[in-house]
């Protein structure tokens, strides 16, 4: 009878530990990013020697949780918004968008799942739109700017809600996002994918008149994605952090969107259309065509006249067709007199 409390203490807590919703004591979290120039996942820090990001590009992340029980999870990603005063994550973006294409079990950095090679069919959830404000522009205006999808990504459970971000700390300074993602897990594995977003300063805060304040302005020290307290843990915490000088250049406004018809080219200019000494102007000479003027409507199709052979008569064969008209002239007026010169002869 002594040894009935220890043994209930026991298998109270592998209970405990094996019901749905918790995180067993085995569980770990393995968080790595993109290096775009290495092409490989880093499970350390990214900066000028394995990556070249531009502002509004995007870095992926992979994020492999093991060990966990089936059933409910949580876990918070939490993301540096500004760092030294300037945007430097400004929203969370689909993984795969600029980079990494679809290498989500590279066996490179620390985060490969033990679902890789095979990994199961994935689904997604999207991030809800960020309505945060700061001079004068929204969060929800750089996503629109960007036109980047925004979703998260699971192997091995389904997402069942992502939170809106939480904005603290001051945008003048050093301050970050959290949002909160809760998803059912079908196994001990689940591999999280996503996207940081690099500000770009063509919105931030050009758009509206300012000067430049985006991914590219940061200078010094690095800013930083986390993943945090899953299920409430917080030794199960990740951060990796990017350099400034990982940062080069930027992209143009709408550069992630799908393609848009190209609008066709304006027409060539013509030739100079010279004054004329009575005002206006003279338009130069060009070929005639059945279309009309451009942009206008069509007119009546151009007839040529048929082809005609010219005769051309020179000065000297005017002159003896002349004399020959002269000369039958003469003969036939003297025809006309010759019977009465006749008669006259016979009296």
């Not at 490179?108 to 095979?118: E, K, L, Q, R, Y």
């Not at 925004?150 to 003048?172: D, K, M």
């Amino acid at each position: 009878m002594q040894g009935r409390p220890a043994i209930l203490v026991a298998t109270t807590v592998l209970v405990l530990l094996a019901a749905p919703g918790t995180a067993i004591a085995a569980a770990t979290v393995n968080l790595d990013q993109w290096a775009s120039t290495d092409h490989a996942w880093q499970n350390g820090n990214l900066n000028g020697n394995n990556s070249r990001y531009p502002e509004g590009g995007i870095v992926p992340f992979r994020l492999a949780m093991e060990g966990l029980a089936a059933g409910d999870h949580q876990i918070h990603i939490n993301y540096d918004f500004t760092a030294g005063g300037h945007k430097a994550y400004d929203f969370l973006a689909t993984w795969n968008v600029t980079n990494a294409n679809g290498q989500i079990c590279s066996v490179s950095g620390g985060g490969i799942s033990s679902m890789c090679p095979s990994l199961p069919g994935s689904s997604s959830g999207a991030f809800p739109s960020d309505g945060a404000a700061m001079d004068g522009l929204t969060v929800h205006g750089a996503e629109a700017y960007s036109a980047a999808p925004r979703r998260l990504t699971i192997w091995g459970g389904t997402i069942q809600s992502i939170s809106a971000p939480v904005h603290s700390g001051s945008p003048a300074g050093n301050s970050s996002a959290d949002i909160v993602v809760r998803f059912r897990s079908t196994g001990s594995a689940v591999l999280l994918a996503w996207g940081g977003h690099l500000a770009q300063s063509a919105y931030w805060n050009r758009s509206n008149g300012g000067v430049s304040d985006g991914a590219g302005q940061v200078s010094g020290s690095p800013w930083h994605m986390r993943t945090l307290q899953l299920d409430g843990a917080g030794n199960k915490n990740q951060d990796r952090s990017i350099q400034p000088s990982a940062i080069v250049g930027e992209l143009p406004p709408f550069a992630l969107a799908p393609p848009t018809p190209t609008p066709r080219p304006p027409a060539p200019a013509g030739p100079a259309v010279t004054p004329r000494s009575g005002g206006g102007a003279t338009p130069p000479p060009g070929p005639l065509s059945p279309a009309g003027p451009p942009g206008g409507p069509a007119g009546p199709p151009v007839t040529l006249p048929p082809t005609e052979t010219l005769v051309i008569v020179t000065g000297t064969s005017r002159a003896a067709e002349a004399a020959a008209g002269a000369v039958a002239c003469v003969a036939v007026g003297l025809l006309a007199l010759l019977p009465a010169i006749r008669r006259r002869g016979r009296r």
